[in-house]
């Protein structure tokens, strides 16, 4: 369903990424692993269409999409929900998932999307008048994911869901992600915390300065010493 | 001063004053959006007035003046953003400044060109006689600048607060890169707001004509806009309609009080203390942009 191949980016004169493939398949998931810096955040931007790719190609669906502009992305169904989450803090809870349903060809579609967000996150039916700035950390995420949400993505990319979070709240997400994934949506999930997304995903490719320096099921990264010890950090 | 004098002041500083809060308006909402403070706007309110006195000379009646000028003046903000602005969007904060000043300087001029440094009046389908209430006296003219602003703010707010474009517009003021990923235009928006800035200004000027007449410089009032957008805290639409009232309002009783002087000084004394006492503005925060 999404296919990078040899991908080249970053910012300014220096490339970040330096020849990224990986492939997520339909309804699949797909973890994304690696150190601070590796590139998991820029490899991200790059297929949302935020920052121009400088060679290789994306494609979704057969389709190349990395020269399209960001807006044009998202109408094809493959939705970012960024590091750091960029909420539109002054604007309400409900505002902010209208946001998530510009694209909506009729007003059945954002009422459909709101009942699906309000049934996977109930807290956000509950603030749904309150600023989406005054929310605690975790709302803030489960905001981020619903309104990416609103109009049934194909393929979500989530970029570190879980970082700042106290671990409940944590597996409060995952268990929404494992939901999402389970009703069809395919999933691309870029994270730090390693044990927990080697459980959830088929598959998981694992950054490292810019290259792919592992991949494989959880079961099979987990059996290799060298990467348990030197990209995982696990013992 | 007695209280009919007092009523009477009240209400022309009222008016002046919604003239200097359409011009904030102007230049707040595309600033919010697109980053980008327009130091050519006092030369789209001037743009306006020519506009519409175009228009009326060519027989066209009061009613469809105003609305074909404020289209007008809005195709022309979207096009001065899409020819000059977007292609300066990444350089340098100095050089959009001097661009955007340099272009008003240009609209400006070739005004002067055309029309020399004449008054023209602009006819409003009026009597300007004077209302009279007991002792109070209103000038209709005054009326109508009060209520035209009223309806506009009421149309913006409303605009910003239910509309999708409109809710579209405060999503890009707040992140931009998210409003991307939401698939919103950005660069639409940022044309979409110049083209509601100029049209406000051009509403300005057209309102602004019938007290003035229409000279060259009746955009020379932008000095006082910006000294109401900053009192209202440059990010706030609310605080640029404030600010505008209340620097009107300050004016006109400092110009009864102690004379045309003070009068003309007295909107920077109030913009110096009001820097000093609340950088931010009465609702601005901390987190002003560009420029
Ligand atoms: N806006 C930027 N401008 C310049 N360099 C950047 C920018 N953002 C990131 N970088 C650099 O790109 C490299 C990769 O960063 P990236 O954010 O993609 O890593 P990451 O894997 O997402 O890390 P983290 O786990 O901390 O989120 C880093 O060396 C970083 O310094
Ligand atoms: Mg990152």
């Known amino acids: 369903m999404l296919e990078v191949t040899d991908l080249v980016a970053g910012y300014g004169r220096s490339a970040v990424l330096r020849g990224v493939s990986l492939r997520v398949p339909a309804g699949g998931l797909v973890g994304l692993l690696g150190p601070n810096g590796a590139g998991k955040t820029t490899l991200a931007r790059a297929i949302s269409g935020l920052l121009a790719c400088r060679s290789g190609s994306v494609r979704f669906d057969g389709r190349p999409v990395h020269r399209l502009r960001a807006q044009e992305i998202v109408g094809l169904g493959l939705l970012h929900v960024p590091q750091g989450r960029l909420l539109f803090p002054e604007m309400t809870v409900q505002e902010n998932l209208e946001m998530g349903a510009y694209r909506a060809d009729s007003r059945a579609a954002v009422q459909q999307g709101f009942d699906r967000v309000h049934t996977l996150f109930p807290i956000l039916a509950e603030r749904r008048f309150q600023l989406a700035g005054a929310l605690s950390g975790g709302q803030q995420q489960m905001l981020a994911i619903g309104r990416a949400l609103m109009l049934r993505p194909r393929l979500l990319m989530l970029d570190e869901p879980s970082i700042g979070l106290a671990p409940l709240v944590i597996d409060e997400i995952f268990a929404v992600i494992r939901r999402i994934n389970a009703e069809g949506t395919a999933i691309l999930l870029a994270e730090q915390n390693a044990r927990r997304v080697l459980a959830l995903a088929g598959s998981s490719v694992i950054l490292e300065s810019g290259r792919v320096a592992a991949e494989g099921t959880g079961a099979q990264l987990l059996a290799d010493d060298l990467v348990r010890e030197t990209y995982l950090g696990l013992h | ?291």
């Open chain 2, 1 to 291: 001063m007695d209280v009919s004098t007092a009523l009477q002041l009240l209400f022309s500083g009222l008016s002046i004053g919604a003239i200097y809060a359409l011009v904030a308006l102007a230049l707040v909402i595309p600033f919010k959006a697109s980053g980008v403070l327009n130091f050519g706007q006092g030369q789209m309110v001037t743009l306006g007035a020519y506009i519409a006195l175009t228009l009326s000379q060519a027989g066209l009646p009061y009613y469809a003046v105003v609305p074909l000028t404020l289209l007008i003046a809005g195709l022309a903000g979207m096009a001065i953003e899409r020819v000059f602005i977007r292609r300066l969007v990444r350089a340098p904060e100095f050089t959009i400044v001097i661009a955007t000043f340099a272009l008003g300087l240009m609209v400006q001029d070739a005004i002067r060109l055309h029309w020399q440094d004449n008054d023209f009046p602009l006819p409003v389908p009026f009597s300007t006689d004077p209302w009279r209430f007991g002792s109070v006296r209103v000038n209709p003219v005054f009326v109508w600048i009060v209520l035209a602003t009223v309806v506009l703010v009421v149309v913006l707010a409303a605009f910003f607060r239910h509309s999708r474009a409109g809710k579209a517009m405060r999503a890009v003021s707040q992140n931009q890169e998210a409003a991307r990923l939401m698939g919103i235009s950005v660069e639409g928006v940022f044309s979409a707001t110049w083209a509601i800035g100029t049209a406000i200004g051009a509403l300005a000027g057209i309102l602004f004509a019938p007290v003035t007449g229409i000279n060259p410089g009746i955009g020379d009032l932008i000095i006082k806009a910006f000294v109401a957008a900053v009192i209202g805290g440059f990010s706030s639409l609310p605080g640029a309609v404030v600010g505008g009232l209340a620097l009107g309002e300050i004016e006109t009783f400092s110009g009864a009080l102690a004379g045309s002087t003070l009068k003309n000084v007295s909107a920077f004394v109030v913009l110096i203390l009001m820097l000093l006492v609340r950088p931010y503005g009465l609702f601005g925060t901390a987190g002003a942009r560009r420029v």
